[in-house]
């Protein structure tokens, strides 16, 4: 059984830069996208970043797009969420995630994920 844990959460102010780290244990995530997710209080859960198999699969929500990159290293079975010029509306609980089969791609739908962590808050202030 995968478990995951992210790191990396804080309070910061707006234009601040954050990186999450999601390091899984109890099974190797190599062969697997991992993905990033968040949900702010009274909002579902919302797609961020999702990295595949290959360098350079990766996927963005518009939100986050060419602030956010996102990146894995498989030797420490990690996953990284490099946040920068964050915003406000950036503050959310993120979640990481591993896919639950094989997909070759960076899936954005919650359903293509079956392992997921824990959380870790940020929030951004303006």
């Known amino acids: 059984q995968v478990q995951l844990v992210e790191s990396g959460g804080g309070l910061v102010q707006a234009g601040d830069s954050l990186r999450l780290s999601c390091v899984a244990s109890?099974?190797?995530?190599?062969?697997?996208?991992m993905g990033w997710f968040r949900q702010s209080p009274g909002k579902e859960r919302e797609f961020v970043a999702a990295?595949?198999?290959?360098?350079?699969?990766?996927n963005y929500a518009d939100s986050v797009k060419g602030r956010f990159t996102i990146s894995r290293d498989n030797a420490k079975n990690t996953a990284y969420l490099q946040m920068n010029s964050l915003k406000p509306e950036d503050t959310a609980v993120y979640y990481c995630a591993v896919e639950r089969s094989r997909s070759w791609g960076a899936p954005r739908m919650e359903s293509a994920y079956a392992y997921w962590g824990q959380g870790t808050q940020v929030t951004v202030s303006s």
């Open positions: 109890g099974g190797t995530v190599s062969g697997y996208a």
């Open positions: 990295i595949g198999l290959r360098t350079g699969s990766t």
